[in-house]
Structure formats: C-alpha cells, structure tokens
C-alpha cells in the first residue's frame, strides 16, 4: 500500500517561511508528476504547485515566486519551500500524485498569523 507523509508545517508569522517534505513509499514515485494541494477551513481542496518526474514545475497563481517545489527522487521525497507566506496560505497542505490520486496522508497544517 503506497502512502504519503507530510511534515514540515506550523505556526509562523506572516512574512516568514517554512519548508514542507512529502514521503512516499512505493515504487512508482520517481515516475510520477506530483503534487501540492492544499485545503482552508470551508474551501475546497486546491492545487498549489506540481512537479514532473524530471523536474518541470509550475505554481497556482496565487504562490508563484514565493514557493517553490522540488523532489529529490532517490529519497523519495517531494518538497515545498514556502517563502513570503501570508495569512491566506493559512491550510493543510496534502501531497499526492496530479493525476490518478494515491489515498490522501493526514496533511500537514500551516498557519499563517498577521
């Protein structure tokens, strides 16, 4: 059974940063474009960054040049560098694949104080 393990979040100021990891396990991970999503109270689940198997990213809108994603795939590791945060990047941050989803970890919270 694959499974995905956020860590990483916390409280912060706004302005400061943090840095979110993903573990996978499983052997599909190196192949696989995966991604951030992330989920406010009373909000959808929403996209915020995806990165292919060879390392093309992109970012939601609303994080770009902020955050940036990388995977380091013999660790089987993804990350999230989140740089500038505000109040509103106020979620649990999930990992998953983007497409053709593994069974959701427990999330890791960020909290975003003004």
């Known amino acids: 059974q694959v499974q995905l393990v956020e860590s990483g979040g916390g409280l912060v100021q706004a302005g400061g940063s943090l840095r979110l990891s993903c573990v996978a396990s499983?052997?599909?991970?190196?192949?696989?474009?995966m991604a951030w999503y992330r989920q406010a109270p009373g909000k959808q689940r929403e996209l915020v960054a995806a990165?292919?198997?060879?390392?093309?990213?992109e970012y939601a809108a609303f994080v770009k040049g902020r955050f940036t994603i990388s995977r380091d795939n013999a660790k089987k590791t993804m990350y999230l560098q989140m740089n500038s945060l505000k109040p509103e990047d106020t979620a649990v941050y999930y990992c998953?694949?983007?497409?053709?989803?593994?069974?959701w970890g427990q999330g890791t919270q960020v909290t975003v104080s003004s």
């Open positions: 990165i292919t198997s060879g390392g093309y990213t």
């Open positions: 499983g052997s599909s991970f190196s192949i696989s474009t």
């Open positions: 998953n694949r983007k497409y053709t989803y593994l069974p």
